[in-house]
């Protein structure tokens, strides 16, 4: 029964992981050890855990727990007269997320204007795919603090 359920959970954090590396900026590594955070029992824990757990090295987990902290989406926690540090899942993990996400497409689409500002208006074909996606980039720009509202509800 163990055996199933660590296949299963194993399953989980490598999925988890796979998705991460495939829609984010961020490592597998960094998905699998979110992953696991998620689901571990008490929903926090220490980086030497993550490694065994994770069978990773030191290093890998030491660079992906400081890249995770510093886009919140984890957050350490220690307890009174322990040296050790645990890691959780950020409760408003969503939120800080969603805000990554605008900040980033704001930026995308100050560099898209640089770029618009370069062609030649007469080359309507360059210019429209530059603004086609500045339109794409707008409407994500617009809809993201709707959804944050929605959340914060």
């Known amino acids: 029964m163990v055996k199933r359920y660590l296949d299963e959970e194993d399953a989980f954090i490598e999925q988890f992981g796979q ?60 307890f009174p007269g322990e040296r050790e540090r645990y890691y959780q899942v950020k409760d408003n993990c969503l939120e800080s997320i969603l805000t990554n996400e605008l900040q980033a497409v704001s930026k995308i689409r100050v560099i898209l204007n640089d770029g ?21 980039y707008g409407i994500i720009e617009e809809e993201i603090p709707i959804i944050l509202k929605k959340y914060r509800e």
């Open 116 to 136: 618009k500002n370069l062609l030649d208006e007469e080359d309507s074909k360059l210019s429209n795919r530059i603004i086609q996606l500045d339109r794409v």
């Open 19 to 78: 998705f991460f590396e495939s829609t984010t900026a961020f490592p597998r590594i960094a998905g699998r050890i979110f992953a696991y955070l998620l689901i571990c029992d008490p929903p926090y824990t220490t980086a030497k855990h993550l490694i065994e757990r994770l069978n990773v090295s030191k290093s890998s987990v030491s660079n992906m727990i400081k890249l995770l902290l510093k886009t919140k989406l984890i957050g350490q926690i220690s």
